[in-house]
């Protein structure tokens, strides 16, 4: 199955911003971890930008899952790219 890395941007003010959301973005991640979608997904040290891996049918399914997270929709990350991503190691 592809695999996609995707790559995104924190809103200003993040740690604070996201605190209402964080336990229904967790509880999300959590479910697509445990289905096999999702491999690892977390935020640079800075919490500039976050970086996820996903193991998916298509890029679609990644768009999706990305637009129903909690942090998305609520303007947490302000913007994300997908890119398919070929692991050689």
Not at 21 to 37: D, M, P, S, V, W
Not at 41 to 50: E, F, I, S
């Amino acid at each position: 199955m592809p695999k996609y890395v995707m790559w995104g941007s924190y809103c200003e003010d993040v740690l604070t911003k996201r605190e209402p959301h964080r336990q229904a973005h967790l509880e999300g991640l959590t479910k697509q971890k445990e289905a096999g979608i999702l491999i690892t997904l977390g935020p640079t040290k800075d919490v500039t930008k976050v970086f996820g891996i996903y193991e998916a049918e298509d890029e679609n399914t990644v768009r999706q899952l990305v637009e129903a997270d909690p942090y998305w929709q609520n303007g947490i990350w302000t913007e994300y790219t997908i890119k398919e991503w070929i692991q050689v190691f």
